[in-house]
């Protein structure tokens, strides 16, 4: 009887309180590891596990604030104004140590006062990574308190209107720079640019205020931009390597474009000597098109290997346009050909055919992936396939996907007609 009261198990409450003690005893870096990936709202909510455990969040050092971390089940604005400032005084309040991440995102929030109160504790310290999106309401103009955050190296800015002191002195060591639906003049995002010394990603989306885009940054390698604007000029970017770039105008139609003298081709890729992967979104080869279109550029892109071309192939320029840029990128291994369906077939009957000599000398000898999106089947549409398949003798696979289902089966016909440089090429029709 003995040796079996011996053998009972322990009870259950001693294997819970052995349980918590070793979670609570975890190395302090495993614990701020643990509360790191959790939401803001779960790790202040980690405070209830024990007596061990209720400071522990207050040294979190990225501070996220979203509608994941603040839940707000009413619809009225003062409501969700009142909590939302309840929520970000009250972490604040109780914070201990440095904040290194501060990101104000929630979907209900508008453009407050309380705000510039928090930037101007935020600049007290040493934040690295500041994103601020207000996502309803007029732009929010910035306090003056953020540009004395000298330890930036990360700034995301949603609905904003910038306007920095007159003794601003740049962000010294940012590195990437996000600006969407922002107001500021054109002197001051020049200023702000040449002033970031260090800065390696930029992304400029819906704009206003400016409409000369004067990129002047020596360790940029990234480029991500998407507006209304005239005229583009890069100076001493020689490192930019990835470029993304769409004009959303029409510059035939809906914007007065004064025409140089010359070739936007070649001023637009002088300052890229590195560039590795090139969109040209909305009507951006419309803009370069405009002028004198050279048969080859200048220097060719010897880095270049991923081209994404948005384009009406009923617009001769814009296709002389594409073919310089081909000729002029030797290695390019895979090519996306986005083809704008709301001009294609309006302007179908009008359309000039190419001449046979502009596709002569064109030879894509690295050339494995290539995808064409958005076609209609027309001759001009069908030239420029049979082109790339004639010229690609190691391509592997291209995928045709049209703009509609109409004359689908007879231009699957005609893909599979046409000649092949490479034997190993699959086309590939994909449905609408």
């Not at 440095?98 to 705000?115: A, E, M, T």
């Not at 904003?160 to 720079?177: E, M, Q, R, V, Y």
């Not at 270049?304 to 814009?318: A, H, Q």
């Amino acid at each position: 009887m003995s040796n079996m009261k011996q053998k009972e198990q322990p009870k259950v409450p001693f294997q819970m309180d052995t349980e918590v003690d070793r979670i609570s005893n975890l190395p302090g870096h495993i614990i701020d590891k643990v509360l790191s990936l959790l939401t803001l709202r779960d790790a202040v909510r980690t405070c209830i596990l024990s007596s061990k455990w209720r400071y522990k969040w207050v040294n979190l050092t990225s501070l996220v604030f979203d509608n994941q971390s603040v839940l707000v089940s009413s619809q009225d604005p003062t409501i969700i104004k009142n909590k939302m400032v309840k929520i970000v005084d009250h972490v604040l309040l109780l914070h201990n140590g440095p904040i290194h991440k501060f990101k104000l995102s929630h979907r209900d929030l508008q453009g407050v006062c309380d705000i510039d109160r928090w930037i101007l504790f935020l600049s007290r310290g040493s934040v690295k990574e500041f994103i601020l999106e207000i996502w309803k309401g007029q732009r929010y103009k910035l306090p003056s308190s953020l540009y004395l955050c000298d330890k930036l190296s990360h700034l995301e800015l949603f609905n904003c209107l910038l306007k920095p002191p007159l003794a601003f002195n740049g962000f010294k060591i940012l590195t990437s720079l996000d600006l969407q639906h922002i107001t500021m003049d054109q002197d001051v995002f020049e200023d702000l640019i040449y002033k970031c010394p260090l800065l390696e990603r930029l992304t400029l989306m819906n704009f206003e205020g400016f409409a000369h885009l004067k990129i002047h940054a020596p360790k940029l390698t990234f480029f991500d931009i998407g507006g209304v604007f005239e005229d583009v000029n890069f100076e001493n970017t020689f490192l930019l390597s990835t470029v993304s770039i769409g004009l959303y105008v029409n510059i035939g139609n809906d914007h007065e474009l004064t025409l140089g003298t010359t070739s936007k081709l070649i001023k637009f890729f002088a300052s890229l000597p590195s560039i590795q992967r090139l969109e040209v979104q909305s009507f951006f080869l419309k803009f370069l098109a405009a002028d004198m279109v050279p048969r080859r550029l200048p220097s060719a892109c010897m880095d270049l290997n991923y081209l994404s071309l948005r384009i009406n192939f009923n617009d001769m320029d814009e296709c002389l346009a594409a073919l310089c840029i081909l000729r002029s990128s030797p290695c390019l291994l895979e090519l996306e050909l986005l083809a704008r369906p709301d001009e294609q077939q309006s302007s179908k009957v009008a359309a000039k055919n190419l001449l046979e000599e502009d596709y002569q000398n064109c030879f894509f000898t690295q050339l494995r992936f290539v995808k064409i999106a958005g076609i209609f089947g027309v001759p001009r549409e069908l030239n420029f396939i049979n082109f790339l398949l004639a010229n690609s003798p190691m391509l592997e696979r291209m995928t045709v996907k049209p703009a509609s289902q109409d004359g689908g089966y007879e231009l699957l016909k005609e893909l599979l007609r046409f000649r092949r440089a490479s034997v190993h090429a699959e086309i590939i029709y994909l449905d609408p």
